[in-house]
């Protein structure tokens, strides 16, 4: 654990604070749940749209692609 920033501002703070304040706070943190999303992210989970994302993105590939090429046809 880095505690060069915590022993600098327990200094400058001059504040008493227990020895055991960071892996308190620490130990609170890593059981606190995460924040879900899961409405977003399951529908981003699932094959149709998976599918879907990648016909979209050929499609854009192939209409830039035909872009350049269009370039040097043209008089």
């Given at each position: 654990?880095?505690?060069?920033?915590?022993?600098?501002?327990?200094?400058?703070?001059?504040?008493?604070?227990?020895?055991?304040?960071?892996?308190?706070?620490?130990d609170?943190?890593?059981?606190?749940?995460?924040?879900?999303?899961?409405?977003?992210?399951?529908?981003?989970?699932?094959?149709?749209?998976?599918?879907?994302?990648?016909?979209?993105?050929?499609?854009?590939?192939?209409?830039?692609m035909?872009?350049?090429?269009?370039?040097?046809?043209?008089?």
């Amino acid at each position: 654990m880095n505690d060069k920033l915590y022993d600098l501002w327990r200094q400058r703070a001059d504040a008493e604070v227990p020895a055991d304040f960071a892996d308190r706070v620490m130990d609170a943190v890593r059981r606190e749940p995460l924040p879900s999303s899961k409405g977003v992210r399951v529908l981003l989970d699932t094959p149709a749209v998976r599918v879907a994302a990648c016909i979209l993105a050929c499609l854009a590939c192939a209409c830039r692609m035909a872009a350049v090429i269009a370039v040097f046809f043209v008089r």
